[in-house]
């Protein structure tokens, strides 16, 4: 039994990986994240721990199923991302993305409103730093975008919590059926982080601008923190399930035409993302044991794609498929890996895709839903035309753009992509491993003869359609225009000019100062100066014309200022006056 | 060579999952009708594939893909 928090592990985590050295260090990124898997399956569901603080009990743990199996697969992946990471030196990105991981561990085990805060806030400050890490000019500006979003997200979460505590609130709970503001400020920040469009763009801006290593990371946590808060918090809310429907569809939409190819993969997190938003939309028990499911399931594959996709990045130097093809040949165990992370998304039989994604699109029809499930079906077919088909094809395959691989892949990257093939594929072979840790009883049998073969139909079907259309598909060197672009362009072009207009405005009352000082300096000289131009301008024509004798004697004397002068001794004698008073006045009080 | 390797395969696993449709199938747990008709899957699969391609490329061309410089001020 641990007696620790398996936040506070991760946390010591990233202190030892910032302090220790080399070896050490290595060491620490394995135990510790290792420590705090220990951790969270030995706590018990109906674990509570309290703590007052203050005035307030903060409940920084509250263990159930669906708290338990989140915190289950976030420190799995914390141990495959570090392993992945191992080769890295960069003792400030190892920490930052330790402390995000823990950051995702405190929110999922929250049980008051406050401690779900701290921890929510924590993570968009501590994920920046794995995009700024990479050093380019593309990922310092994409990483202050995906701030500024973020803490907007941020403190609408905060203001609908703080509304929310004020209204008696105070434990983490439904807010299903309820409404006024606290209820959408809440869902507001939560579809910030869940990428639900049109919010979505910090992530598919952001992700592909990362470090190798840091978008492992990344895909893993936030959006689905995002989700354990949708399932929690609003389960059944009709709104998110087509919020759902279109994310799958706009991500796999959008990711065909993707070229980089971290950001084909950042657009199916939003495509996948999408059916558990849907589940936890539909709120049925079946539904939010499908989406919970698909979480697991999305972040082992998730997180083995961009691995490989990494793999790539770090051999080649090249990150767009314009750049790349014809590398199978040097990376046969980067293809492997790759092409089980790619069957499991796909839902291909046997993965571990395959017996998550199809208890959200079950739950769909059991829920009387046709039209969502076959649009659900729809996103499927889209996300083996383009993960399975297109980038496998285009990045491994295809016609050769890139020359040989400039870097060796080290060791620890193959281990961490092996692990995560490995269970991506145990968990497709014996499903009950996940279902029995599923927050509710679920009666549900992937492998049944209709649903293996309606499956293999539809792959089969999508893979001839492609090979069909491939002489038009090709590639281009294009990015999309997506909803970044409002803030990107329009606004953008909004603040320069503000900005311009401040500066314009600064330096025109400057000059305008400097003149103004310049022409009236003569007046400060000679104060009489003033009256003397009056005198010109208006004066002379009413003196009598015959007498001109009678102001000429103020113009012959110049002016002296020393003439007005007070003589010194009248200044220290005043001073000595309310001197003696202060001190006589003191000295009364005094006594 | 290989394509036509593919091709066969693929052909003959199509025909393999038709025949297990028709003849292993439970319809009694369908709810739906397309879940009862043999093949449906198939069409679906390969109408979507032609449908979200297609209209992918026209969004993209007509009016969402900009050249990759597009935000460092290239057009």
């Known amino acids: 039994m641990f007696l620790f928090h398996p936040a506070l592990i991760l946390t010591t985590g990233a202190i030892a990986a910032a302090t220790l050295p080399g070896r050490l260090r290595r060491v620490s990124l394995v135990v510790f994240p290792s420590l705090a898997l220990a951790a969270v399956l030995s706590l018990e569901p109906g674990t509570t721990w309290v703590y007052p603080v203050l005035t307030v009990k903060l409940v920084l743990l509250k263990v159930d199923a669906l708290s338990k199996v989140f915190g289950v697969i976030f420190s799995l992946i914390a141990l495959f991302a570090s392993i992945y990471a191992l080769h890295i030196r960069n003792r400030g990105e190892h920490a930052a993305a330790l402390l995000y991981a823990a950051g995702s561990l405190g929110v999922v085990f929250a049980g008051d409103w406050l401690t779900l805060v701290v921890f929510w806030e924590s993570m968009s400050i501590t994920s920046v730093f794995l995009i700024w890490y990479r050093g380019k000019p593309r990922s310092l500006s994409a990483g202050f975008r995906y701030l500024l979003v973020h803490t907007l997200g941020g403190n609408a979460l905060l203001a609908g919590v703080v509304l929310y505590i004020a209204g008696g609130g105070w434990e983490v709970g439904s807010l299903a059926g309820g409404s006024g503001s606290a209820f959408w400020l809440i869902l507001f920040g939560f579809a910030v982080n869940a990428a639900i469009p049109p919010l979505h763009a910090w992530l598919t801006d952001a992700y592909p601008e990362a470090t190798v290593t840091g978008s492992v990371f990344l895909s893993a946590f936030t959006t689905k923190v995002a989700v354990y808060t949708l399932i929690r918090v609003f389960p059944g809310v009709e709104l998110l399930v087509w919020a759902g429907v279109i994310m799958a569809l706009y991500g796999v939409v959008f990711a065909f035409l993707e070229n980089n190819i971290r950001r084909l993969l950042a657009y199916h997190i939003v495509s996948q993302v999408g059916y558990m938003v849907a589940a936890a939309g539909m709120g049925t028990a079946f539904a939010l044991n499908g989406g919970t499911a698909h979480a697991f399931s999305h972040i082992l594959y998730k997180a083995l794609l961009f691995m490989g996709a990494g793999a790539v990045i770090y051999a080649t130097g090249r990150e767009k498929l314009t750049d790349l093809g014809g590398i199978a040949r040097y990376m046969p165990w980067v293809v492997i890996f790759y092409t089980i992370g790619a069957f499991s998304i796909s839902g291909v039989p046997f993965f571990n895709g395959f017996i998550s994604k199809s208890i959200v699109i079950a739950a769909a029809g059991a829920d009387r839903r046709p039209l969502v499930e076959l649009l659900l079906e729809l996103a499927s077919v889209g996300t083996f035309l383009s993960i399975s088909l297109k980038l496998l094809y285009f990045m491994f395959f295809g016609p050769a753009r890139a020359s040989r691989p400039v870097s060796k892949i080290p060791l620890n990257m193959y281990v961490g992509m092996g692990a995560a093939s490995v269970l991506c594929i145990v968990f497709g072979l014996f499903p009950a491993l996940l279902y029995n840790q599923l927050p509710y009883r679920l009666y549900y049998e992937p492998y049944t003869v209709d649903h293996l073969v309606s499956s293999v139909q539809l792959l089969l079907a999508t893979a001839a359609g492609f090979w069909l259309l491939l002489p038009k598909i090709g590639v281009k060197n294009t990015i999309s225009l997506d909803t970044d672009w409002f803030y990107r362009r329009p606004l953008a072009v909004l603040f320069q000019r503000l900005v311009d207009a401040t500066h314009r405005v600064d330096r025109g009352s400057e000059q305008a100062g400097t003149l103004i000082l310049e022409a009236s300096k003569p007046y400060f000289n000679n104060p009489f100066l003033a009256a003397e131009r009056l005198n010109e301008l208006f004066g002379s024509r009413s003196a009598p014309r015959g007498l001109p004798g009678k102001s000429e004697p103020v113009r012959a004397q110049p002016y002296d200022e020393h003439r007005y002068r007070f003589p010194l001794g009248v200044t220290v004698f005043w001073v000595m006056v309310i001197f003696g008073l202060t001190v006589s006045l003191i000295w009364i009080y005094q006594g | ?75």
Do not use: N
């Open chain 2, 1 to 75: 060579m290989r394509q036509r390797m593919g091709l066969v395969v693929g052909a003959l696993v199509l025909l393999g999952s038709l025949i297990a449709e028709v003849f292993y199938s439970h319809p009694e747990h369908a709810e739906y009708w397309w879940q009862t008709m043999p093949g449906f899957f198939a069409v679906f699969g390969f109408i979507g594939c032609l449908v979200l391609i297609l209209g992918a490329k026209i969004l993209g061309s007509r009016w969402l893909q900009r050249h990759d410089r597009y935000y460092e001020g290239g057009e």
